[in-house]
């Protein structure tokens, strides 16, 4: 086999595989090589095992490199939430598409198609920027689950705080005396400010969540410190 014949060859499979034809550009992001490398090896002749084997380690490699580029891509950063009413149970989005005229808005429309296509992980903020809750989506898409974890009654999101009635006509001060600071649960949607999330490879997505826990567990809201798993 020539080097031309090879490296057709290997376009061929690439192709059936993707599903579309492979440019020379292209091909060398797979192969690992140079445009002139590749230019090289369609001039060679009959092909030496050596040669064959050292193209394919280099294949090998490229393949390692865009695994490890896809692995792991932030999707948004330190996204401020827009909490957008839906439902009659007091539900809450962490933002709408649409504004309050009804017309769409391109960027979270964009936003909410990446996090509706992909699995991942993600970690919600206070309004100082601190990370409250991490959190992953594998057997949903990102979208979904981080509504629903904006939404989940936990008990461990407590806070101190006093409870105001306010279904009277008038605010009496004797009647602030008389109420007490006290524990209270509370959603997500009531702590959080802010929200990233990152678009993670499935076999990897319960490991990165597990280190984002260990790695701060005094300052998540987490209830269970995650275990990571080894082959």
Not at 45 to 66: D, F, H, P
Not at 113 to 121: I, N, Q, S, T, W
Not at 207 to 228: G, H
Request: charged fraction near 30%.
């Amino acid at each position: 086999m020539t080097g031309a014949e090879l490296i057709e060859q290997i376009r061929s499979v690439i192709a059936a595989k993707d599903g579309e034809a492979v440019t020379d550009r292209a091909l060398v992001k797979r192969l690992g090589i140079s445009v002139a490398g590749l230019a090289n090896w369609k001039r060679r002749g009959e092909l030496k095992t050596a040669q064959i084997t050292r193209l394919m380690l280099s294949m090998e490699r490229a393949s390692e490199r865009r695994a490890l580029a896809c692995a792991l891509q932030p999707i948004v950063e330190f996204f401020e939430l827009k909490r957008a009413s839906y439902g009659a149970n007091g539900l809450f989005r962490i933002f709408s598409v649409k504004d309050e005229s009804g017309s769409e808005l391109p960027y979270l429309r964009g936003l909410r198609d990446e996090l509706d296509a992909h699995h991942g992980v993600y970690l919600f903020y206070d309004s100082r920027g601190r990370a409250l809750y991490a959190g992953k989506a594998r057997n949903q898409t990102l979208w979904t689950e981080l509504n629903n974890a904006y939404n989940r009654d936990r008990g461990v999101q407590n806070i101190l705080r006093v409870n105001h009635l306010q279904n009277r006509k008038d605010f009496r001060t004797s009647d602030e005396v008389t109420r007490q600071i006290r524990s209270a649960n509370v959603r997500l949607h009531e702590l959080a400010a802010y929200v990233s999330a990152y678009r993670v490879a499935d076999e990897m997505i319960g490991n990165i969540e597990s280190l984002l826990i260990r790695a701060f567990p005094n300052d998540l809201l987490n209830a269970r410190i995650e275990k990571m798993a080894w082959d």
